[in-house]
């Protein structure tokens, strides 16, 4: 099973930017599609951007559309959410998740086997 520790986090002013990163252990990384969730003060975790394994396909939640991109390195085994025109409403603690290969549900929380410890975002108005 992958092990994640994400970093990059901090405070930052509405319109900033912030590039999270996601170093996974094991050899098997790029065998794992990978997920950035958040979660809010009193919310649930939610749905940020997902990169297949395979394909290279991305997926993003409407809110971030435009805004965040993820991609990944897998000679680095890292992954990462690059995020512009930071908004208020983006504060949440960032996770990032490894969804084992053959599942393509990545938009759900349930479906991914391994998450890191998560890093603060927080945007200031």
């Known amino acids: 099973q992958v092990q994640l520790v994400e970093s990059g986090g901090g405070l930052v002013q509405a319109g900033g930017s912030l590039r999270l990163s996601c170093a996974a252990s094991g050899r098997t990384f790029s065998s794992y599609g990978m997920g950035w969730f958040r979660q809010a003060p009193g919310k649930e975790r939610e749905f940020v951007a997902a990169?297949?394994?395979?394909?290279?396909?991305?997926y993003y939640a409407d809110s971030v559309k435009g805004r965040f991109t993820i991609s990944r390195d897998n000679a680095k085994n890292t992954e990462y959410l690059q995020m512009n025109s930071l908004k208020p409403e983006d504060t949440a603690v960032y996770y990032c998740g490894a969804l084992p290969r053959g599942i393509y549900s990545y938009t759900q929380v349930s479906a991914y086997k391994s998450w890191g410890q998560g890093t603060q975002v927080t945007v200031s108005s």
């Open positions: 990169l297949s394994w395979s394909s290279g396909n991305t």
